[in-house]
């Protein structure tokens, strides 16, 4: 944020400054009200954007999607994840879409995530609940002597 009202602020002034040079020196005041308009809005954005947040929890009966929005409202949605399955779909120029299907339910997760992040996310919870539907048992009995 500070790179960018860096440049924000050296660019205004050097607009504002070469149209003083030149006898027009009310662009400098308005050339500094735009530089404070951007930077207000991107602090409000970022502000906003902080409080958004996604958290997936996994037990051992149920699959919790927790969500916050920019507003700070909440929704938490819950699938069964025996049954829930997750898809990956790629979207040509534009970032791909995961889904979590369980019969007629479709939930997007991972709004908030760019490309790479979204498949990392992905072949997590796959991996997870792969694993929370195929357990693996460890019977003592059965090991070889």
């Not at 997760?109 to 693996?136: C, M, S, W």
């Amino acid at each position: 944020m500070l790179a960018v009202a860096g440049t924000v602020l050296t660019l205004s002034l050097l607009i504002g400054g070469i149209f003083s040079l030149f006898g027009a020196w009310p662009v400098l005041g308005f050339s500094g009200l735009e530089a404070a308009l951007v930077l207000g809005l991107l602090a409000l954005h970022r502000r906003w954007s902080a409080r958004s947040m996604e958290m997936l929890v996994l037990t051992e009966d149920r699959l919790t999607i927790r969500r916050t929005d920019a507003r700070g409202r909440q929704e938490a949605l819950t699938l069964d994840p025996y049954w829930a399955r997750l898809r990956f779909e790629e979207r040509p120029g534009r970032v791909s879409l995961l889904v979590l299907q369980q019969r007629q339910r479709r939930v997007e997760i991972g709004r908030l995530l760019g490309e790479e992040q979204k498949r990392n996310l992905a072949e997590a919870l796959d991996t997870a609940l792969r694993r929370y539907r195929e357990p693996v048992f460890d019977n003592p009995q059965l090991r070889s002597p």
